[in-house]
């Protein structure tokens, strides 16, 4: 089973999604043009500060029910899944094979030398708009170690993800607007390659029409008893 995630996933941990960020202190913030390589050029306090927040952030929050199905469904099949999402929720439930095609909140790297940088994060005790990123002996500003809009994918975990999808018996993908390529695109990969696809999504996406089975669930509520209902919904 290959599983492809969004942030709709983490949404039931109390995580906003990208639509959702209208919180507070980012709702006048444009998730689009924050997650964007100009986007660092231009303000890279403003976005340390917001990948700060949104890290610290994690730490509040733990894995719900849709993390803890996927976990779960290892125990009688090979479970691989691809998530768009920064965050480690799918790790700590359990989940064993784990490709991060947009990056992760829990490692930074030098925007300069790209060496990993493992030194001492700013304090952040409450969301602030700015915060200067640490500097590298090189002279370059440490980033997140997340993708951009503009930047291209790991080409490692791309391929790892490429394959996830072309080798499964079934794909599930849950919690994405579906609109980010090339992400959006493995869904459709599987579609191509005859292999069943069922999406979970109490919104209807540009995939709904297009996959074998489209629920209209979220995923806290669908991933738990999905497995029993496969053989009905493939038929
Ligand atoms: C690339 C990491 C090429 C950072 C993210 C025009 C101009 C410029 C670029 C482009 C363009 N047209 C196309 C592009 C390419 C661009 C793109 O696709 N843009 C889109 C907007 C059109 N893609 C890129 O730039 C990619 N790179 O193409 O590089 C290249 C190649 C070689 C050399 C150089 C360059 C890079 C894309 C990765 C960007 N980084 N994230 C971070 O997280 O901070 S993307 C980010 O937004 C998320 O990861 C997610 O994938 C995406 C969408 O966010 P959301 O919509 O909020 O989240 P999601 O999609 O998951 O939607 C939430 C869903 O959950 C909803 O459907 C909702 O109904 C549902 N939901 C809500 N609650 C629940 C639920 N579902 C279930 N249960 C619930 N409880
Ligand atoms: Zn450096």
Known sequence: MTVLSGAGMSAES???????????????????????????????????AWYLWRHYMMKAVDPNDGHRAVAAWQDGAEVHVVTQNVDDLHERAGSARVHHV??????????????????????????????????????????????????????????????????????????????VYPAAGLPEMALAEGIPVIEVNPEETPLSDRVTISLR??????????????PALLG
């Open 14 to 48: 109390g995580v906003p999604t990208f639509r959702d960020v209208e919180t507070g202190l980012w709702a006048k913030v444009d998730p689009y043009e924050i997650s964007s390589s100009d986007g660092w050029r231009r303000h890279p306090e403003k976005v340390w």
């Open 102 to 179: 947009h990056g992760s909140l829990f490692s930074f790297r030098c925007d300069r030398c790209d060496v990993p940088y493992v030194g001492p994060l700013p304090p952040m005790p409450e969301p602030v708009e700015t915060v200067d990123p640490p500097r590298c002996a090189c002279g370059g500003l440490i980033r997140p170690d997340v993708v951009w809009f503009g930047e291209p994918l790991p080409s490692e975990e791309w391929d790892r993800s490429v394959e996830a999808v072309s080798r499964a018996d079934v794909a599930i993908v849950v919690g994405t607007s579906a609109v």
């Open 217 to 230: 669930e979220t995923s806290a509520t669908a991933l738990p008893g999905l497995l029993q209902r496969l």
